[in-house]
């Protein structure tokens, strides 16, 4: 019998015990994601359809450990429990999603849960993973425990929540009738309450766990071993190494197909347009624009493949615990590794996950050095000044263009640890919280995770070529191509354009560094987003050469007109300048004030333009030239 109203379902959990797997297990594409009203907490909502013909909404709500909120992810968990979020249904049933590899510390929020009294089931997920490590769990005992079902789940195959959407069918009718607290009745966690409440944990535990077999798994040997305090740290950076080699190695020959076909593609439709405005709109504002920017997409890819393998093995969580004591060091909260993380792929979700740190000092530090942290934006820049400048060659067994990348990587790390030490120094060293993470067990990546990684990663670049890209060199292409020279004139026409003047204006300001006034130009369009500069730069060089052959020639047109000290120039302007107004506006909802933007653009463009005096200079000076 099909219910004509939707079930609302509302999953809760510790993070990482399996709770979005299992969200996604049960919606499938089925999903969507906003933020709750008036903050940037994620909210996640999904719907499916039970083999009874019973529809749900399940709501993945942020993970927490306790309902009394530490961080703003607590906050939306516990608000929405007790019904006082903004346009937020009560849910009609509470699935809570626990590890059962960890059941120790998922069980206080267990506890916390049923003092609701709403109707609940238990979802004990992981099961595969703790019979494999010796642990055999009574879950008939667990239920008499709890007074509520427990089922046993593996998110992470197929099949392995049917169990659980056919115990939610039969509590379907109960639900409907089923009244909740107030959230004033909840008792939070005094002294006294907490310490009742990890006594009545040990003896559930002591009544419903068994173990056996060996104390050490082989999970226990590995982490001996990368989790060392001498050995830990090279195997990190190596690592780290062999994927920016990758990067390079394992993309020449798919770029080298997109760059082909794009190029063959634009001599194709120079040839059958006639001049004018709307070909030279399409070659050079379309082809020579977008195609700069496309051609990079198996760089990021092969990054984000790296990152997703890392991250599904378990290997990032301990990533974070050999960095922890690095980065207290420096003043930075143990909680802030989890932020800068997130950085590398893109400052916007980094700033967000620092919604996690609790001190605001320390909070604020975490955001003001997120952007200084290689962002795959950047990829694209420094993936052609590298190509063009940077002779493809091995030095050993290492590929020199990756060589140069890493180096890059490393110098926006130490540059964020060196703000973050001054930013310590000046307004005085926030209380240190030690990270405490649990950290997962290993296991192999599973592909599909992967290939859906891997493919909304690449929908979203392609995305960003087709719209935002797209447009801004559309609107570049109008600016270096209106007004047209005046008769008579000679040298290209892009000089006496609107955007021509206005490079050339800028010229006299960035000299000093070693940008033309091409360069001048596409920086502009690049504060919307960094790849786009590379876009620009497509654009005003196509708009500024004669001749088809060099319509998409990027690489080699900049090898001829710039020199080695302007390429490193601006690849340490790179390093530093905040071209990104998403990342800006992050941190204004973050803080919710304009004074940490100020304060941001203005000290990261300062060291942008240091950085690239001291570069350029240096190298005109040793190299020779410029």
Known sequence: MTSSKPMHLALV??????????????????QKVANYAGVTVERKEGQFTSTSGRSYKVIDLPGAYSLNAMTPDEAITRDVLFGKQADEKLPDVIVLVVDATNLRLNLRLVLEVLRLQR???????????????????????????????????????????????AQLDSLAAKSESATGVAASSFNSDNGDSLEETQREVRRILDAVITHHGEAHNA????????????????????????????????????????????????????????EGVLRSLIVDGVFSGVGSVLVFLPQILILFFFILVLEDSGYLPRAAFLLDRLMGSVGLSGRAFIPLLSSFACAVPG???????????????????????TCS???????????????NRTIGIFNLQGLVLFALYLAGIVSAMAVAYVFKSTFGKGRYTPLMLELPNYHWPNLRNLAIGLW?????????????????????????????????AVGPAIQYSLAGKLGQSLQVLFAPIGFNWQIAIALIPGLAAREVAVGALGTVYALSASGEELATALTPMIAATWSLPTA????????????????????????????????????????????????YQISRAVLGGG
Request: aromatic share 10%; with cysteine.
């Open 13 to 30: 959990g510790n993070p990482n015990c399996g709770k979005t797997a299992l969200f996604n297990r049960m919606t499938g594409a089925r």
């Open 456 to 488: 909304e990663r690449a929908k979203i670049f392609v995305t960003r070529v087709g719209t935002i890209i797209l447009a801004i060199m559309i609107l570049l292409w109008f600016l270096s191509s209106f007004p047209a020279p005046p008769e008579g």
């Open 377 to 391: 934006a950047r990829l694209p820049v420094y993936a052609l000044i590298i190509g063009a400048f940077i002779p």
């Open 119 to 165: 109707p609940t089931v238990l979802a004990l997920n992981m099961m595969d993973v703790a019979k494999k490590r010796g642990v055999e769990i009574d879950t008939r005992r667990l239920q008499q425990e709890l007074g509520i079902p427990v089922i046993e789940t593996v998110a992470v195959k197929p099949g392995g929540a049917e169990a659980l959407v």
């Open 219 to 274: 999970g226990d040997r590995i982490d001996a071993v990368v989790l060392h305090p001498v050995l830990g740290y090279p195997i990190l950076a190596i690592l780290l190494f062999l994927v920016f080699q990758a990067v390079f190695s394992w993309s020449a020959l798919p770029m080298d197909w997109i760059k082909a076909g794009v190029e063959t593609l634009g001599k194709a439709v120079y040839a059958a347009m006639p």
């Open 351 to 373: 700033i967000m996950a620092t919604r996690t740190i609790q001190n605001p000092r320390d909070r604020l530090a975490t955001i003001m050095i997120a952007p200084l942290m």
């Open 568 to 615: 490193l120039s601006l690849l340490a302007w790179y390093v530093f300048a905040p071209q990104c107004i998403s990342t800006l506006s992050a941190v204004k909802r973050e803080t919710n004030s304009w004074t940490p933007v100020l304060a941001m653009t203005g000290y990261m463009f300062a060291l942008a333009y240091l950085a690239s005096f001291a570069t």
